[in-house]
Each structure stands twice: as C-alpha cells, then as structure tokens.
C-alpha cells in the first residue's frame, strides 16, 4: 500500500469528535515540520485549535499522535497507541485571531516527557511545573491537572478505545490540596468557579474562596487522600546505630520543598489506615500506621511504622525549614529537613527553600 493510501482512521476518529461540537469549523491547525520518527523534535504529528464560546470565549486545543493515528502497531488490542489524546482549553482575548504559541509549546512538551519516559497521564493525575507553565508569564498557574475533557467522552477507533484528557493550569496550593486530597473531586467542587475547566493566566487561587477551602477540608477528613506514592527529590534514611554510651536514633532526611506535602499526607493517608510511599531514584521509604513506631531497612525500601501519636506530632513539626528534631513520642527517630535549592535549565539556583 502507498503512503498516499494508508488510511488515517485514527485522525478521522479524533476530528469527528471536534466536528460534533464545532461543526465545519475550520481549526487552527499545527503540524510537526519533520515527523518525530524520521529526526524531528515535536512528538505529535499535529495539533489543532477550535474557537470555542461558551462559557466563555477560549482556544480549545487537541492533540494528534498520542493514539495510533493510522495503521495499528502496538500489540495492545484494547488501546490505540498509550490510549488518550490531551485537550487544553485557554482563555481567549478579544480580537485574538491566533492561539498563543506557547500552549502548542506545552502541549509538544508534554508529548516530549510521554514519549521519552512512557510514563502516561491520566484522569486525577497531576505534575508540578516548576514555574509558571507559560515561560515568563506573569501568572500563579505554576503546575497542570488531567481530568476528562466534560465534552469529549471516549471513542473506540479501529485502532483501539481513545481517551480525550483534558490539561487544567493549577496554583501551587491549588495542586497542594489535590495531593491532600483528590484532584478530580477538587476540580469538581471548583466547577461554578472554573466552568469547563478553562485555563485562564491571570485567574487567583480557586482556595482564596471560603466555600472552596471548606470543599478541600471536608472532603479530606471525609475521603483521605488519593496519593500513595509522592516523589521527594531529596530523601535520605541512616538507621539506628549501637554506640558506647546508648543508640543513636535512626535519622529520616526529607528536602523542605516537600516536608510540608509530607505533612499534610500523613493525615490524608496514615490516619486513613492507608500508607504513604516516599521515593526518589535511589530510596523508597514506606511510611505506615501501626500501634507502635519502629524501622526496618530492607536494601533500598525502608518501612516506617508510626503510631497515631507519632503521626500527630510529626505532621506538627515538620516544616518547609531547614532543621532537625526528635519526636517525644518516638525518640528512637530523628527527622532532619534539609534546604531545597531550585534550579532554572541552566543550573542556575532561581529559588531556596528552607
């Protein structure tokens, strides 16, 4: 069969959606300069961008390449390609005739980090930014949630079920209780506040409103949390050592950019009867209720068990400062936060916590 007679049947399937809510609209539509496969640096094939009015005007973007777009290749039978196309949707200006660069920029980037990794997103799922997810932007969305799109529900193509995930820019306290708590709950009780999920720069925290503050407080002592797993980029453990005039305590090093998420998840998720795992590239620590505190090394996982006394004081006392204490309730471990030092592509430090 010749190039110009492979069927585009997973195209097809994604542009059908898009007909059904703009009709013949015409999108706006980017396409990668050099396919990835043969050398090129955008992952997706394209990525097109509707104008879209209600509720309000915004961009609606969709992606091309994150499903199998023509032929079936992959061996999973269930899912096109990793099973999801991502949807952005952007406030639009007055008078704005083309989409900002930089949501396709971020939508390329995002492809970039699926393709390079294979880690995949889904709905609930949530990543930190680092900085504002539009470069240099004067704006608090510094991080992004994945929830359905609540107009795009899932297609079966030829080539497997698609997934249409839609991409929300979110504020470091706004992603903070969604950690606590559960995204898609969050977004859900924000939806008076954030109709149709509209990403907007120069919105302010959605927690600065009473009603939403009560939502995240409610909704965690009722339901816990949904993280298990939260990654730490600086983690250490020494365990206790016998010495000539008694044991030195056990010694659990946490970065202070996330001691105050660590906090805020032992009550989410300890006090819940659930665990929480701590991991970066070298360690995992496996903290756990229990009704007595102790810790057990087994290569690189470490299991520390805490008691709901335990649990109480050290979400009290660990802050986002650079320190250490020893529990009164557990003195056979010691808790040291170190400072973070965030760092621009260069290397440059831009940020110090602790």
Known sequence: MSEEEVEA????????????????????????????????????????????????????????????????????????GYGFELTFRLARSAGEQEPPAWGISLLQN???YVFSSGNIFASGHYLDANGPICLGADTRLTALAFIDDPELPAVDTPNGRVEFLQMVGITADELEAMMTWNTTSFLHASEEMLPAYITDLARDSLLRLPAIKE?????????????????VDELGFEPAKSRLLGTAPAVLTIGARQAASVASLLRGRLLKGKPLRLTCPKLQIL?????????????????????????????TKLQPKEGEFRLSTAKELKVQVRKTYIKDQEGNVVETIG
């Not at 939502?215 to 990654?231: F, H, K, P």
């Not at 057990?296 to 109480?312: C, K, M």
């Open 215 to 231: 939502a995240v407080r409610l909704g965690i002592e009722r339901d816990g949390s949904q993280t298990g797993i939260l990654y």
């Open 9 to 80: 049947t997973g195209w097809d399937a994604i542009e059908d959606q898009m007909k059904r809510l703009y009709g013949q609209q015409e999108p706006k539509h980017y396409a990668a300069m050099l396919p990835y496969r043969l050398g090129g640096k955008d992952p997706l094939s394209g990525i097109s961008a509707y104008e879209a009015q209600q509720p309000y005007p915004h961009w609606h973007f969709v992606t091309f390449g994150f499903s199998e777009l023509y032929d079936k290749e992959s061996e999973n039978l269930e899912y096109s």
């Open 110 to 112: 995002m492809a970039r």
């Open 287 to 315: 903290l756990e209720p229990a009704e007595e505190t102790g810790c057990v090394q087994d290569g690189e996982i470490v299991r520390i068990s805490l008691s709901e006394a335990a649990i109480l004081e050290l979400e």
